[in-house]
């Protein structure tokens, strides 16, 4: 019996749900950059854009951070993932996952003071980078190539 014992799956799918909002905030937010710096700060559509970027943020990218992480080190401790190859490369990308989250957290922030130090076409580069993590990601976790 491990760890997690019967209820190994119901984590892994609690895990992979909130792996999916995080995603989904992920791609969402880079996007509300963009359209948030058209307007001038300090005008009624820029307080908007404060909100929505805050309220993605507070409601669903911080707590499914957090569960992402304490559901999936669950779910690797319970089959002993901390011994196999595949893991250590999707363990540093969710790391560099975690970090784009808090650089994203400093940009709305920033976004809220009036400064915009990234042009349009940067924010839509950013915009790939969990788009490409999440891809490799999963070839890790269903290939296990190594």
Same mark, same amino acid.
């Given at each position: 019996?491990?760890?997690?014992? #019967? *209820?190994?799956?119901?984590? $892994?799918?609690?895990?992979?749900?909130?792996?999916?909002?995080?995603m989904a905030g992920l791609f969402m937010l880079p996007r509300f950059?963009?359209?948030?710096?058209e307007s001038p700060a300090g005008s009624e559509e820029d307080r $908007?854009?404060?909100?929505?970027?805050?309220? &993605?943020? $507070?409601?669903? =990218?911080?707590?499914? &951070?957090?569960?992402?992480?304490?559901?999936?080190? =669950?779910? *690797?401790?319970?089959?002993? *993932?901390?011994?196999?190859?595949?893991?250590?490369?999707?363990?540093?990308?969710?790391?560099?996952?975690?970090?784009?989250?808090?650089?994203?957290s400093g940009y709305a922030r920033k976004l809220a003071r009036g400064?915009?130090? =990234?042009?349009?076409? $940067? &924010?839509?580069?950013?915009?790939?980078?969990?788009?490409? #993590?999440?891809?490799?990601?999963?070839?890790?976790?269903?290939?296990?190539?190594?």
């Amino acid at each position: 019996m491990t760890f997690l014992g #019967a *209820a190994y799956l119901w984590v $892994k799918a609690a895990h992979l749900i909130f792996v999916i909002f995080l995603m989904a905030g992920l791609f969402m937010l880079p996007r509300f950059f963009v359209y948030h710096q058209e307007s001038p700060a300090g005008s009624e559509e820029d307080r $908007k854009w404060i909100d929505r970027e805050r309220k &993605l943020l $507070k409601i669903i =990218l911080n707590p499914s &951070l957090v569960l992402v992480w304490v559901l999936g080190l =669950l779910l *690797a401790y319970d089959i002993g *993932a901390w011994t196999m190859g595949w893991f250590h490369l999707k363990l540093l990308l969710v790391v560099g996952l975690s970090g784009y989250h808090g650089w994203l957290s400093g940009y709305a922030r920033k976004l809220a003071r009036g400064e915009r130090t =990234l042009t349009d076409k $940067k &924010l839509r580069m950013m915009n790939e980078v969990p788009g490409i #993590a999440v891809a490799v990601i999963v070839i890790l976790v269903i290939v296990k190539p190594f």
